[in-house]
């Protein structure tokens, strides 16, 4: 952030400081300072603070480059690519999974495949995030390979990473997405040990009928 005035490397501490209290809070609260200056600064500038900051050394100013770099509504596609590059080198868990929700909100299908290389992840906290990742990359129609890694992740001993997937199967089952191994994964997710899982999957094939 060299390159930035004092007044702008000020703006950008306070909204490091307030995404330390969101996450404190539980996602409960919300940046205010962020939200202003996505409104309110040209897209030329949050693109060159967003990249400075998603090559930091420090995993809070990579996430807050992520988040800045999801919301430009130009150069989708190059910001894919530069999020997908950190996502390929990226060593912190917690930046990981913020890194896939940037790539689920933008929605370029050219990401997709190094997202599914994060189904086997080590982290339950890393594969959660990458059945909304697959959908949001998928784009109107989700491959076989998406289709896969979901119904993977479907059976995954972690409870939440789990009804990730299956909240995602069902998406995809209710727009009208026909797919026997779909249905059976809901089915037997329907009897599955969470009550998360079983009533993501029963709403989902209630919906369908």
């Known amino acids: 952030m060299d390159e930035l005035n004092e007044i702008d490397k000020k703006l950008i501490q306070q909204v490091l400081k307030e995404q330390d209290q969101e996450a404190e809070s539980g ?6 300072t962020l939200a202003g200056l996505i409104t309110s600064r040209p897209e030329s500038w949050l693109r060159a603070v967003g990249v400075s900051l998603l090559r930091s050394k420090m995993p809070s100013e990579r996430i807050l480059g992520s988040r800045m770099l999801r919301e430009l509504k130009s150069e989708r596609d190059s910001n894919a690519s530069l999020i997908a590059e950190q996502l390929r080198v990226e060593d912190q868990n917690s930046v990981t999974v913020w ?12 990401t997709l495949p190094i997202v599914l290389e994060f189904a086997n992840h080590e982290s339950p906290e890393v594969r959660e995030a990458v059945p909304d990742a697959i959908s949001g990359c998928s784009g109107e129609s989700l491959p076989p390979s ?5 119904l993977l992740l479907a059976v995954d001993a972690n409870d939440q990473v789990r ?3 299956v909240f995602e199967l069902g998406r995809w089952w209710t727009s009208g997405l026909v797919d026997p191994q779909i249905h059976k994964a809901l089915i037997q997710a329907k009897v599955d040990s969470h009550k998360l899982v079983r009533d993501a ?4 094939l209630r919906q369908a009928l």
Do not use: E, M
């Open 146 to 150: 998406g289709r896969d890694a979901l």
């Open 163 to 165: 009804f990730s997937a």
């Open 201 to 204: 999957a029963a709403d989902a």
């Open 27 to 32: 996602f409960t609260a919300t940046s205010t």
């Open 99 to 110: 890194l896939l929700y940037a790539l689920a909100f933008l929605h370029v299908q050219s």
